[in-house]
């Protein structure tokens, strides 16, 4: 029995266990935000619907070419049309020459799409609902310091709450310029303010966090998704 406890499980595992377990206190369940956990049909459709609007509105669409009426040359008939022995022509501008205009070249346009409020709504009620069933939803309680941001500092709060191989969708404040600079530089961490929700960033992370600091304002805004 006595070589049995020496071959034991060593000190260090035993504190990084309990770590482990005090870190899942900041987990956020349906009733600390005030909601009632009530089953959901997902609406994927909208989903999809959203997230073409929004990768169709996100294009920059400046691409342009010059058509026949565009190129700077002139429009006089290059040579007479008989007589010369040459083909004939009756502008320098057409497609056919080097240096003429583009036969039904991509012009810029307005591709902007619309998607309905209602079905906004049910889209972040439904992922949210979904992120909420898995637990997986994390309030840090971390600040920046007075010194400026740390980047080293983000990334310990991170780590020590078990989520650092997670990827993260951190919700800040637009106007919380110490926290962007803190976790910017986190290759698996990309920010998210709480006033321009969407559905195509909420699912491109497994995981959502927000700050201890900004509980009510995370809590306001998901009160509106259902």
């Known amino acids: 029995m ?13 504190k990084a266990k309990k770590a482990e377990k005090s ?5 956020i369940a349906f009733k600390d935000l005030g909601l009632e956990e009530t089953p959901r049909i997902e609406n994927i459709v909208g989903f999809s619907t959203w997230v073409r609007s929004l990768m169709q509105n ?3 669409g ?4 010059k058509g026949r009426s565009d190129v700077a040359l002139s429009n006089k008939k290059p040579w007479k049309q ?3 022995g040459r083909a004939r022509a009756g502008s320098a501008r057409s497609p056919l020459w080097r240096g003429g205009g583009v036969t039904f070249g991509p012009q810029s346009r307005d591709r902007n799409l619309r998607v309905t409020q209602s079905v906004k709504k049910r889209v972040l009620g439904d992922v949210l609902h979904g ?6 939803i994390n309030c840090l309680d971390w600040a920046a310091g007075q010194t400026g941001p740390k980047t080293s500092e983000a990334f310990s709060a991170i780590k020590n709450a078990g989520i650092s191989t997670d990827r993260l969708i951190l ?3 637009t106007d919380d310029f110490l926290t962007q600079a803190s976790f910017s530089n986190l290759p698996n961490v990309n920010m998210m303010f709480f006033d321009q929700p969407n559905a195509f960033d909420l699912v491109n992370g497994n995981r959502w966090v927000f700050l201890k600091k900004d509980f009510d304002v995370f809590k306001d805004m998901v009160g509106q998704w259902l």
């Open 23 to 27: 870190n899942l206190q900041g987990v």
């Open 171 to 173: 919700f800040v404040k």
């Open 2 to 14: 006595d070589k049995q406890k020496k071959v034991g499980t060593p000190q260090k595992a035993i």
């Open 58 to 60: 996100w294009r920059q």
């Open 82 to 84: 008989k007589g010369t």
């Open 62 to 65: 400046t691409v342009a070419c």
């Open 131 to 136: 992120f909420l069933t898995n637990e997986r």
